[in-house]
Each structure stands twice: as C-alpha cells, then as structure tokens.
C-alpha cells in the first residue's frame, strides 16, 4: 500500500518491482504500478497469481472533481505538456507486465496501459480471465503526442471504461492499442 511513486516508478531514473508469485495486491493513490515520468523508466513485473492492482480514490481529476480521480499507474508514462510559464518535458515509459493468473485492474483517469506527452504506457497480461475497470485515458489510450498499449494474450476478459478516450484511442496525434489475441471478451 502506497500514496504514490511506487510499485515500479521512475523519474531520471529507472525503477522496478519484480514479483516471482503468489496472489498479491497492489494499492496506492497515483504516479505507481509501472510508472515512467521525465527521463525515468518504471516498471512493475509479476510472475504469477491471481493478483489485484487498484490505483487512484484520492486526488481528484479537475476534468471531473466530484466524480474521478487521477491514477496515472499501471503501465503509465507521462511528461509535462508546455504552458504559459513553463517549457515542458518529454515523458518516461511505464511498464506492469503480468506473466499469468485471473487479475483485476482498478484505475480511473490515466491508468492501464496509457500515456501523456511524449511518452509510452504499457499493460501486458499473458494469461488469464482478467478484467479491466476505469475512468477516462486508459485500456490502451495514447495522449498528446504518446503511446499507450494494452494487451492481453489469452483468457476470456472484461473491460469497462467509464468515459472516452479509452479501449485503444489515439488523441491528438498520439497512438493507442487495446490487443486481445483470444478470448470470449466483453467490452463496455
């Protein structure tokens, strides 16, 4: 359990969470769970189990205050877009990278193999029955000139987004992906 940057987070740097198996969960508020910020890799890579990775409930979105929170995790890169008082960044590269187990992935905006400025997200699942629920930028979502990719290799899955921008969108010359080679899937 964690607020944030953790679970595999890097910023000018590299972290990595490796995880050989057992059922484990994985809690914490944002910036984790395979997390790349400026010139950092961060990577969470677990083995085996049925595992549980929840990731945002603490600091509001401004897109959506009283009804979303900001996760940036699990498989997540992010940079710093240009603004009027400052210059900007290019962002890291995140990876959560789940060999096999039936796992449950809870984020909301910014999570699950998604991505920001400049930046890569990546969410890789082997093996499995899994299922995917989020907010708003997530499943595959690349935004503002990134790359974001979900994918999951086999199992019968569930995927839930609760807003667009979502399940493999590319947003203002950006590229997203949500690839599930096999399966008897639902997506929502």
């Known amino acids: 359990v964690s607020d944030g940057f953790a679970h595999g987070a890097g910023a000018f740097g590299i972290g990595i969470l490796a995880d050989g198996a ?11 769970q ?14 085996g189990g049925s595992d549980k990775y929840y990731a945002g409930g603490y600091y509001p979105d401004f897109r959506d205050p ?3 929170y900001s996760s940036l995790s699990q498989g997540f ?3 710093l877009r240009p603004g009027d008082d400052f210059i900007g960044a290019s962002g890291g590269v995140g990876v959560l990278a789940d060999h096999e187990g039936n796992d449950v992935y809870v984020g909301d905006y910014f999570a699950q193999g998604a ?6 997200g990546i969410l890789v699942d082997d093996r499995g ?40 969108c ?11 080679n096999e399966g008897a899937d639902r997506y929502t």
């Open 22 to 32: 057992g059922n484990d969960r994985y809690s914490a508020t944002r910036f984790s």
């Open 34 to 47: 395979g997390f790349g910020f400026i010139k950092g890799f961060g990577a969470l890579v677990e083995s």
């Open 66 to 68: 009283e009804k979303s």
């Open 77 to 79: 890169g992010f940079g």
């Open 115 to 120: 991505s920001y400025w400049y930046a890569i």
């Open 129 to 168: 029955h899994d299922r995917y629920l989020s907010g708003r930028y997530s499943q595959g979502a690349g935004v503002h000139l990134a790359l974001g990719v979900l994918w999951d290799s086999e199992g019968d899955d569930e995927y839930l987004a609760t807003f667009g921008v979502a399940q493999g």
């Open 170 to 180: 590319g947003h203002d010359y950006a590229a997203g992906f949500l690839i599930d």
